[in-house]
């Protein structure tokens, strides 16, 4: 069936000139037309019925009124048409959510999925280096479906075999540019799957006023703003200790208040305590009254006061020993939580060695021991060099608010943040647009999270204060 046409045999090919190149022609199996065609027509059908299955609200969009104006003529498809128009639009005037999710994102999925993906994928992939071309062949990584939720188009792509995670988040502005975005995220879907994020508009744009005083009493995971995707930003604070870098401005002081706000019925009820280290003495003692007395400012009252904690840990730890390895928060043994604003005031710039290595050890101490036991440290810091805070690694869940460089990225959220579109250099300087604006990486997982972190002004701190100073407030 197959006719072979018998190329150079190479083993026959003799050169005299050694620099000259031996130039053979392959054999060539010559396939009849019919298969050629009933394999073109194989893979058409296979793309028609993925397509279907994968976009039928669009196909049926496009195909039903072509198939009924063509057996029936336009009236008819005209009517069809318009019975379903009439339900749709005010359905997409009146609840734009739920339409959204049935129909739009869909339709918008399968638009970009043409428009944009398909018909810019080759180009992008081979261009960014993505691509291979071996032993005369191309080949592409595989565009797998593209769904779009209201801020972003989440891409999934089957990579190439032999492909590493790095390989593309090498490449996040290649595929950002390549394909219109202003960043691009890269995550693991599973084995050999990714998931490309490229944002279509910025959620986090617009500053959030602070959250309302929680009504229940909890101690996490606190709800301190909103996460990229739209959904609130809770952040773990029991049983870990975080770390928020961020260059000046860049709204450190709105997680701390945020976190310390959303503390506050437990607070009242006594099942929480939040201890404040304030050397920069400007962000905490605003609301001194909330820390119930455990408030210090200067380095001597901050290693006291770190000292203390400490004592009080191993104290709670022998009682705990033998009887219960998880902490639950109560009157008796409350969740204690040790603010500390600017941390490097209190370790690198700290002229005084021994107070530096009091505060060094106690902080050690509390981050390596004190989260089965209901103590937490959340500290802030402007300079995330290592030799600027020496025990960074002890903080299992860190955020990059905007950062003066890139590499400082790593420094702070840990080896390949960056790559994988933690742009915390990229976050705008105006407080308006990049304010509380940051990257989150948590202990769990590898992938960084965009959030924005609510804006406690000092109105809100003077209330929350106020309901201390008051008695029988609440
Ligand atoms: N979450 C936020 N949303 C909007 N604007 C914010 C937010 N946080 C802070 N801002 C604005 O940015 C300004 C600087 O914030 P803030 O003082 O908290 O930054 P910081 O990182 O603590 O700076 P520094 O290290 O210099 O103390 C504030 O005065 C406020 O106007």
């Known amino acids: ?63 039903i009124p072509s198939v009924v104006a063509w057996q029936y003529g336009w009236r008819i498809a005209l009517i069809v048409t318009w019975v379903p128009l009439s339900v749709l639009i005010p359905w997409a005037l009146f609840n734009r959510e739920s339409f959204n999710a049935w129909i739009g994102w869909r339709l918008l999925a399968f638009w970009r999925l043409i428009w944009v993906y398909r018909r810019h994928w080759h180009a992008v992939m081979t261009v960014s280096g993505l691509a291979r071309h071996l032993q005369g062949r191309d080949y592409v990584p595989h565009l797998m479906r593209v769904r779009c939720t209201s801020w ?16 593309w988040a090498d490449r996040i502005e290649h595929l950002a540019h390549g394909f219109g975005a202003t960043s691009c995220r890269v995550s693991v879907a599973r084995a050999g799957r990714l998931l490309l994020t490229f944002p279509r508009r910025d959620p986090l744009a617009v500053p959030l006023p602070a959250i309302a005083l929680p009504t229940t009493v909890s101690v996490g995971p606190l709800e301190i703003g909103i996460c990229e995707d739209g959904r609130p930003w809770r952040l773990k604070i029991h049983g870990t200790h975080v770390l928020v870098a961020g260059a000046t401005g860049a709204g450190k002081g709105s997680i701390l208040w945020s976190v310390i706000r959303a503390l ?28 119930e007395g455990h408030y210090a400012a200067t ?121 994988r579109g933690a742009l915390a250099d990229h976050i705008s300087s105006v407080p308006e647009e990049g304010a509380g604006v940051g990257y989150m990486r948590l202990e769990t997982s590898p ?10 002004s000092d109105a809100d701190i003077r209330d929350m204060a106020a309901l201390f100073e008051t008695e029988g407030a609440v």
Not at 2 to 13: A, I, Q, S, V, Y
Not at 152 to 167: F, N, P
Not at 448 to 456: G, L, M, N, S, T
């Open 447 to 456: 992938d960084p999270i965009r959030v924005r972190a609510a804006y406690v």
């Open 1 to 63: 069936m197959f006719k072979r046409l018998p190329g150079d045999e190479t083993r026959n090919l003799v050169s005299t000139t050694p620099d000259t190149a031996v130039v053979f022609r392959p054999a060539v199996v010559r396939t009849p037309a019919a298969v050629t065609i009933a394999i073109f027509i194989g893979r058409l059908l296979v793309g028609l019925a993925r397509l279907i299955w994968r976009h039928p609200v669009a196909v049926a969009v496009f195909t």
């Open 299 to 419: 380095p001597e009252e901050c290693a006291d006061l770190l000292e203390e904690a400490v004592s009080l840990m191993q104290k709670r730890a022998a009682k705990f020993a033998g009887v219960q390895r998880e902490h639950i928060p109560t009157v008796e043994d409350p969740f204690i939580l040790i603010v500390v604003d600017e941390v490097a005031f209190l370790t690198a710039y700290q002229n005084d060695r021994t107070l530096k290595q009091r505060i060094m050890a106690a902080l050690a101490t509390l981050t390596t021991q004190g989260r089965a036991v209901g103590f937490g440290v959340l500290a802030a810091l402007q300079d995330p060099r290592k030799d600027v805070l020496t025990i960074r690694n002890l903080f299992p869940d860190k955020i990059a608010l905007r950062l003066d460089e890139s590499e400082q990225v790593d420094m702070v959220l840990g080896d390949g943040a960056r790559d």
């Open 152 to 167: 972003a188009d989440l891409v999934s792509v089957k990579m190439l075999t032999g492909q590493a995670v790095t390989d």
């Open 264 to 291: 506050i019925p437990a607070i009242w009820t006594g099942v929480a305590q939040v201890w404040g280290l304030d050397p920069k003495l400007m962000e905490l003692s605003f609301g001194r009254a909330i820390f």
